[in-house]
């Protein structure tokens, strides 16, 4: 009996149930058809072959194959050989094959990558699953003229090797280690690339990108344990920028991106002694010994706000807000920004509307206000106090599950971060709660009646999906929400729709309609808070 026949043999227990179905998809063409079989995997668009005479060989002309090399390794090779085998598609557009043994299939995933390649394949997902077992990426892959995108996770880029992907225009790089020449060779070789995602990488010092195609790239976490590390970002000519997640001390620096119309940048970096924490390393008592370490925070901050002065669109996150909020108390004026389009992307109990406020005092032409909040959450795991936010980017319950793309030291540390940030008192730094206790005692309203946002029309106020509310109905909560939102009515002069939407009607964890609970109340205020535009109307959604 060969592969084939098994195959058959194991789904035919259930033709009869499905004839009614297959009736129905039967009246398809065969291209429509093949695309929804493309959608599956390909494991599971293989056993359609036992449906009917028709779909026997449909199967063959599929040009996408998803492969997952976790199992019984002779099965296995035998399964994707077989499927190779009696492919007949001249042309092969997506290819994904993901291995939690690259070592044991090296020489098996060179020659289905071999395959792939001769068939002009476009868009190519090759990830393994750990540091400990990197893939070496074949030799035959980098002169691949046919690709179109490429996502490449825990992989490794021979240096001595030139790049030539002449059609690529995205490419997604996670998990890697890239020195400075693996980063000229990639962008040397990628002469019509437009979109970079770089995430939870490491190793390169500069990224200098000269070309006039590339507009879009997103950094996305840091990861290495290195307590100082920079980066410099030199790209004229790039127009979407997206630096999210924790950097830990990783700090990107903006040499030249003079073009950019898009930022986007809710990132966390961590302070020296959290960092110490989380590394098991000795922790010095002395409450200001990190200071330098805060100064540095506001200096790259500062330079960023004049960096972006000419985006349209700008997204900030909280810890951003809070070392404004620091900037602010120490006397330095913000640079002025030409955004039309400001998101902010807060935590409900650690908002500063100090910091908040002080960005729309440098926002003389906002036009539309989006304010996103979110809350701490086992898997957006955020510690939010003193200027320091922590991000565990990992489900609690795949931290250790063979197909999860993070190896035992990481599972741990991440681990670390959850235990740690659900602690009462979980920092070690005290520099910047000086900086809170000093908001919690000014007068807001003071400060904020001495200027107007002239452009503000719209604002839209959302609470993040996810979020379970039930345990913070309490108004304490919602106060410096309040706070934001009676700022905005008071100094919006032509403002016409402050918008307040709840985005589901059911908690999937409390049963009740907990965002509708606490975000009534706020509606409901600040119907009675006085306006400075006449025009102005408040609507709840949900």
């Excluded at 002469?191 to 010092?205: I, N």
């Excluded at 100082?228 to 999210?244: F, M, N, T």
């Excluded at 604002?459 to 309040?482: D, E, G, P, Q, T």
Aim: charged share 25%; aromatic share 12%; net charge negative.
């Amino acid at each position: 009996m060969d592969f084939g026949e098994k195959i058959a043999m194991d789904s035919g227990e259930n033709i009869e149930e499905t004839t009614t179905a297959v009736d129905r998809i039967n009246q398809l063409s065969d291209d429509l058809l093949l695309h929804i079989l493309s959608l599956m995997p390909t494991e599971a668009a293989l056993v359609t072959s036992a449906l009917s005479k028709r779909w026997r060989y449909l199967w063959k002309s599929l040009d996408s194959f998803s492969f997952s090399t976790f199992g019984n390794y002779e099965w296995y090779v035998s399964y994707v050989d077989y499927v190779l085998g009696h492919s007949v598609s001249p042309k092969i557009k997506k290819f994904q094959l993901d291995s939690n043994e690259p070592d044991a299939y090296k020489s098996d995933m060179d020659r289905w990558l071999s395959f792939a390649i001769e068939k002009k394949v476009e868009n190519l997902k090759i990830q393994s699953v750990s540091e400990e077992e990197v893939y070496a990426l074949p030799e035959c892959l980098y002169t691949c003229s046919s690709l179109i995108t490429l996502v490449l996770g825990f992989c490794s880029f021979d240096a001595n090797v030139a790049v030539a992907w002449k059609s690529l225009k995205s490419i997604k790089l996670k998990w890697m280690v890239l020195s400075n020449d693996h980063i000229v060779n990639l962008l040397s070789g990628c002469p019509v690339l437009e979109t970079m995602e770089l995430s939870r990488f490491k190793g390169f010092s500069r990224l200098e990108i000269r070309s006039s195609k590339l507009k879009r790239l997103n950094l996305i976490a840091y990861n290495d344990d290195e307590l100082d590390h920079s980066l410099e970002i030199v790209a004229p000519y790039l127009q979407h920028l997206e630096i999210c997640e924790i950097l830990y001390g990783f700090k990107c620096r903006l040499v030249d991106v003079s073009s950019l119309v898009n930022a986007k940048l809710t990132f966390e970096i961590t302070c020296i002694k959290d960092i110490q924490y989380l590394l098991d390393e000795e922790i010095d008592d002395d409450e200001d010994s990190c200071r330098g370490y805060h100064q540095g925070f506001m200096i790259l901050v500062w330079d960023y706000l004049q960096k972006l002065s000419s985006a349209s669109k700008i997204t900030v996150g909280t810890w951003f807000i809070e070392v404004l909020c620091m900037l602010q108390f120490k006397g330095v004026r913000i640079p002025e920004l030409k955004c039309k389009y400001l998101t902010l992307e807060l935590h409900k109990k650690e908002l500063s509307v100090f910091g908040a406020a002080g960005l729309l005092r440098a926002s003389p032409h906002v036009e539309c206000l989006n304010i996103d909040i979110r809350a701490m959450h086992l898997r957006d795991c955020f510690l939010v106090k003193n200027v320091l936010s922590i991000f565990g980017y990992l489900h609690h319950e795949s931290l250790y599950e063979k197909n999860s793309h993070y190896d035992h030291f990481q599972a741990d540390m991440y681990l670390s971060l959850i235990v740690f940030c659900f602690q009462p008192d979980a920092t070690f730094c005290c520099f910047g709660l000086q900086d809170l206790v000093k908001e919690n005692n000014i007068n807001l309203q003071r400060w904020i009646s001495i200027f107007v946002l002239p452009n503000l029309k719209n604002v839209k106020i959302a609470i993040s999906s996810r979020i379970c509310l039930i345990n913070h109905l309490n108004w304490s909560y919602a106060k410096n929400l309040f706070e934001l939102s009676e700022f905005l009515l008071k100094n919006a002069l032509v403002l016409e729709k402050f918008v307040i939407i709840s985005k589901r009607r059911r908690c999937e964890k409390c049963s009740m309609n907990c965002a509708y609970k606490y975000l009534f109340p706020l509606a409901e205020k600040l119907l009675g808070s006085p306006r400075l535009s006449t025009n102005s109307v408040i609507i709840f959604r949900e």
